[in-house]
């Protein structure tokens, strides 16, 4: 029982605690009304530059353009000054001028195992948008972690899944994180291709949390999983508790021979924590479970 409480309390403290913020907005419900137009809240576009010229790299998508709540972000590459733009929203301070970056950022410590989402895409040419997460260290050129996640050079026209895992370059605690979001890639971007980006999020991986091992008598069986949650069990009843990332229980089963298959169809899409506990609290086996409908 001892083993469990320290799992359940690291995480739904711990990683509230990791994540400080370093996503804000990350389902884009929160819009700020400049003049005629809205701005993504906690988020940096080009929008304020481009503006003043009628010109909007960055929209508020809504209705069938949204994968939950009200509201996404639509990014679209546009002419600007005869110049290509690329429809950005980023986390970090944009630098307009030549030759144009991303710096800044917000404060972070922690280790995210990988990134997930949704996303629309419709492209130009041989053009392909990007999600992309830097961690960095005393300066922006320090790279501690990076993800980036590419469209494929097709039309995505309905909310596709994406799930990356974060490559580390050193065993150091980031300083500094930074989100960026693109309609176009980096080089030759192609005007009027757009993204519509959603529910964007890290996921951690607490060490020490995941100890199934191959003669536990209780296994997950499939992993990812769509429909249901399927385990092999023997003749005892055991306790399954789904966690999400953010420490919130999401389902509490019990497991026997007869009944070993679990519906999740109210469970979102996403990456999940599971524990299972035999009837006397003891701690049977743990993991992470993707659910990918």
């Known amino acids: 029982m001892k083993i469990l409480y320290s799992t359940l309390l690291f995480i739904a403290t711990g990683l509230s605690l990791q994540a400080q913020n370093a996503t804000p907005n990350a ?28 010109v909007l790299t960055c929209t508020r998508a809504s209705g069938a353009d949204a994968h939950s709540g009200s509201y996404a972000i639509k990014l679209t590459t546009k002419t600007v000054f005869g110049i290509t733009a690329n429809g950005i929203a980023s986390t970090g301070t944009l630098i307009t001028t030549p030759p144009y970056g991303v710096t800044g950022g917000i404060p972070f410590t922690g280790r995210p195992d990988s990134i997930t989402g949704w996303y629309k895409y419709t492209p130009q040419g041989a053009d392909q948008g990007f999600i992309q997460l830097m961690l960095t260290g005393s300066s922006i050129t320090d790279t501690i972690g990076f993800v980036k996640v590419e469209t494929p050079n097709a039309a995505v026209t309905s909310f596709t899944y994406f799930s990356a895992p974060v490559t580390y370059y050193s065993s150091s605690n980031p300083t500094n994180s930074i989100w960026i979001l693109s309609s176009s890639r980096g080089d030759n971007p192609v005007v009027n291709s757009s993204i519509i ?39 005892q009843s055991y306790q399954l508790q789904l966690i999400s990332v953010t ?10 021979s007869d009944n070993n298959a679990v519906g999740i169809d109210e469970v979102a899409n ?14 049977i086996t743990s993991g992470k479970v993707i659910i990918r409908k």
Do not use: C
Not at 204 to 221: D, I, Q, R, V, Y
Not at 270 to 283: A, D, K, V
């Open 27 to 54: 389902g884009f419900e929160n819009w700020n009304p400049i003049g005629n137009r809205v701005d993504p809240a906690d988020w940096n576009t080009l929008n304020p530059n481009t503006a003043i010229l009628g």
């Open 197 to 235: 980006v959603d529910d964007i999020a890290m996921v951690f991986n607490p060490t020490g949390l995941n100890h199934e091992m191959t003669n536990s008598s209780a296994k997950l069986l499939n992993n990812p999983a769509a429909d249901k949650l399927y385990f092999s069990t023997d003749n």
């Open 270 to 283: 996403g990456i999940y924590f599971y524990t299972i506990t035999g009837m006397q609290n003891n701690l």
């Open 247 to 256: 420490g919130n229980t999401v389902l509490n089963r019990t497991l026997t």
